[in-house]
């Protein structure tokens, strides 16, 4: 792993122990602009992982995929905002960050996310596989998204970041499909629960619901966990998929 001390001078509080949860992002932008910017006054993360075919990336004089240190775990990183994960608001002072180099872009009202290189993956994977060890706190319901805990205002890492690979090599949590389409059948005969039940259902794996109260609000919520845990289709309109993958979810690891 690569240390570099471009932003370590601005690292100043420490983070709290124990850390409890790791967030992936993606830069949406490429490996220049995101050193730029994760070393400005304004962001910063523990670890980027850049993309071995971004030019700039090549520019800069590697060849090789790369994991950048640019944060001590012991410091708190800036990179969530305003966030919040069951009863834990301002996750930045519990969590170690991830950004990694993604060209996804929100143009005009649409999001375009291309897909991750695997290298990049394999890179991530090891990673997060390094750091759970080292922090056993990390639950698998805390291995986040940023758009899990900024319900409505972030999408990164979007539905391209392989979720469910990375549960299988032991990385976060997904549901297990025989007793999602348990549920998926009794929706699909009965109909999904009702809208309180199903805020509970989030509430209970950890999502912030207090936004959810609106329509609009409640189509975030839905978003939100679509582009982790039903990334075909995050339209944020709730379905029986969504309810059963989320049903199961809660079966899983909150009994
Ligand atoms: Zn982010």
Request: aromatic share 12%; glycine share 6%.
């Amino acid at each position: 792993m690569k240390p570099i001390d471009y932003n370590k001078y601005r690292a100043t509080k420490n983070i709290i122990t124990p850390v409890r949860f790791l967030i992936f992002h993606y830069t949406a932008g490429n490996f220049s602009s995101s050193i730029n910017t994760l070393t400005g006054p304004n962001v910063s993360v523990h670890y980027l992982v850049p993309d071995i075919t971004d030019p700039s990336y090549l520019k800069a004089g590697y060849t090789r995929q790369e994991v950048f240190n640019l944060v001590d775990e012991t410091k708190r990183a800036w990179h969530a905002g305003v966030s919040a994960w069951g009863n834990r608001s301002n996750l930045n002072d519990t969590s170690i960050s991830v950004e990694i180099v993604n060209l996804a872009t929100f143009s005009q009202g649409v999001f375009n996310f291309p897909p991750y290189q695997p290298e990049q993956i394999a890179a991530v994977e090891e990673l997060a596989l390094d750091i759970l060890e080292r922090y056993p706190d990390i639950s698998p319901t805390q291995v986040l998204g940023h758009s899990d805990i900024a319900v409505g205002r972030k999408s990164d890492p979007g539905p391209k970041f392989p979720w469910h690979a990375l549960y299988l090599k032991g990385v976060g949590a997904w549901f297990d499909e025989v007793t999602r389409d348990t549920y998926l059948q009794q929706y699909n005969e009965s109909g999904i629960p009702a809208r309180s039940d199903l805020l509970k259902l989030f509430k209970t794996y950890g999502y912030d619901v207090s936004g959810a109260s609106t329509e609009q609000g409640f189509a975030h919520l839905v978003r939100a966990f679509q582009l982790h845990f039903r990334p075909e289709t995050y339209n944020g309109m709730m379905d029986a998929q969504t309810a059963a993958n989320l049903a199961a979810l809660v079966h899983k690891y909150f009994p």
